[in-house]
């Protein structure tokens, strides 16, 4: 079993940045990769990034140019560091853990709002 803990979240002005992390506690060993998923009001979860353990990652296209998701192994943390934030990243944002077993582990979510 994987722990997910994220935090960094918070209130924000369009163009502004701000930096998720997710600290991880458990059976870390069993972690292939980790992404970050967001959820706004009335709409699906959706992906947002993902890091493997090769350091291979993927984007949505929305967040391609202004996201960046990085891990530190040595810390069991992932981290996505947002630039240049629109009113449509407004979105409970969660870390999740692919599992080697070909399960998920989530967090509890951290809410990103983001003005005008």
């Known amino acids: 079993q994987v722990q997910l803990v994220e935090s960094g979240g918070g209130l924000v002005q369009a163009g502004g940045s701000l930096r998720l992390s997710c600290a991880a506690s458990g059976s870390t060993f069993a972690i292939n990769s980790l992404g970050w998923y967001r959820q706004a009001p009335g709409k699906q979860r959706e992906l947002v990034a993902v890091?493997?353990?090769?350091?291979?990652?993927n984007y949505a296209a929305s967040a391609r140019d202004r996201f960046t998701i990085s891990r530190d192994d040595a810390k069991n943390t992932v981290y996505l560091q947002m630039n240049s934030l629109k009113p449509e990243d407004t979105a409970a944002y969660y870390c999740?853990?692919?599992?080697?077993?070909?399960?998920?582990?989530w967090g509890q979510g951290t809410q990103v709002t983001v003005s005008s």
């Open positions: 890091i493997g353990t090769g350091g291979i990652t």
């Open positions: 999740n853990a692919l599992l080697r077993w070909g399960t998920m582990s």
